[in-house]
């Protein structure tokens, strides 16, 4: 058993999200990012064992030890191995999938320590391995090996400058294509070590983290396509909330973030007219409650616990009503 696999777990911001969601005895919660277990386990506990969750992870080495770690409230857990975005047919396997079937549901959109921990998975440029960064990959997406190898420059550019947050976004895509002329970037090391000479002396002096940290990151969203599954979930899982019901999302990246607050808002306003439409004409009313105006940090004391949780913000809607008109449905 590795290093990753014997260390605690740590779940960002619980607290919160326990207190939100509100977990009760026979309700029934999705938690669409198992990693391994925390805030599945924190639910549980807090409803005293007896909510029933539905549990979803991309990652197959994440789900079984969650698994082991669940065994604590046997029959309350149903775990798939899935991508949060196919929730749907999780709920469906289990008859939860009419609509207004979940009493909560909670997302965290951070990359689990199992994942970063673990060299041969690819995720981090602290120690050397495959450049692969798929958080399934028995799931037919490429590794991160073929993106860095094979995408054209503007394409680079744009992930590692829109979806990593990289300023120097272009000058670190072409250290990219000159150095992959030469011969394959196939390892973590090698890369991080192009995307640091790339950095001009001064940034590289200046700058509080690795200079390949927001390189990184931009990669391993396009790699796992995180913003569309995003996007995917977003769009859906308003149908399956009970009136009362709060959707709470942790997130990592400013991307992510403006993701969740632009749904909430859609969703809160009610309108499904076109944006520059002035007027609205669709006659719809508001789905959401917005909990949050700002999204939530972790409080100083778990930031000193647990350093990784310092980007964490966290947002949270509750389910409103749905009128006649709406049919039961948004």
């Known amino acids: ?28 919660y999705l938690d669409g990012t198992l990693g391994l277990a925390g805030h599945s386990l ?46 749907e047919a999780a709920l469906e396997e289990l008859g939860w999938d009419g609509p207004g079937g979940l009493d909560g549901a909670v997302l965290d959109l951070g990359v689990s320590s199992l994942q ?12 050397d391995g495959p ?4 958080m399934d990959p028995s799931g037919g997406l490429p590794p991160a090996r073929v993106l860095v190898n094979r995408e054209h420059f503007e ?16 000058k670190i895509a072409r250290a990219i294509v000159r150095a992959r002329e030469q011969e394959e970037i196939a390892t ?34 396009a790699v796992n396509q995180e913003i569309e599954e995003l996007q995917m979930f977003l769009s859906r899982i308003v149908q399956h909330l009970k009136p009362g019901a709060r959707l709470a999302v942790i997130s990592f990246h400013s991307a992510e973030d403006r993701e969740v607050k632009e749904s909430f808002k859609h969703f809160a306003r009610g309108c499904r007219c076109p944006m520059t439409q002035q007027i609205c004409t ?25 350093p990784r949780s310092r980007s964490a913000k966290l947002r949270v809607a509750e389910r409103l009503a749905p009128t006649p008109a709406e049919g039961g449905r948004p």
């Not at 090391?189 to 001064?202: G, H, M, N, T």
């Not at 009313?285 to 647990?306: C, D, F, G, M, Q």
């Open 282 to 306: 669709c006659d719809r009313t508001p789905l959401y409650r917005v909990l949050t105006k700002k999204p939530l940090p972790p409080s100083e004391a778990e930031v000193a616990r647990n």
């Open 188 to 221: 973590t090391s090698r890369l991080a070590e192009i995307v640091a000479r790339a950095y001009p002396p001064d940034r590289r002096r200046e700058a509080r983290n690795h200079p390949a940290t927001r390189t990184f990151m931009g990669l391993r969203m």
């Open 155 to 170: 394409e680079l550019k744009r992930i590692i400058r829109d979806l990593g947050g990289e300023p120097l976004g272009g």
């Open 1 to 28: 058993m590795s290093a990753a696999e014997n260390a605690p777990h740590v779940p960002v911001m619980l607290e919160e999200v326990v207190d939100f969601l509100r977990p009760k005895a026979g309700g029934r």
């Open 116 to 127: 970063l921990d673990e060299a041969r998975r690819g995720f981090s440029f602290m120690a």
């Open 42 to 87: 924190g639910l549980l506990r807090a409803s005293g064992g007896g909510a029933e969750l539905v549990c979803l992870d991309r990652d197959a080495e994440a789900l079984s030890l969650a698994r082991q770690r669940l065994q604590e409230f046997p029959g309350r857990a149903h775990t798939f191995h899935l991508a949060f975005s196919a929730f």
């Open 131 to 134: 450049l692969d960064m798929r």
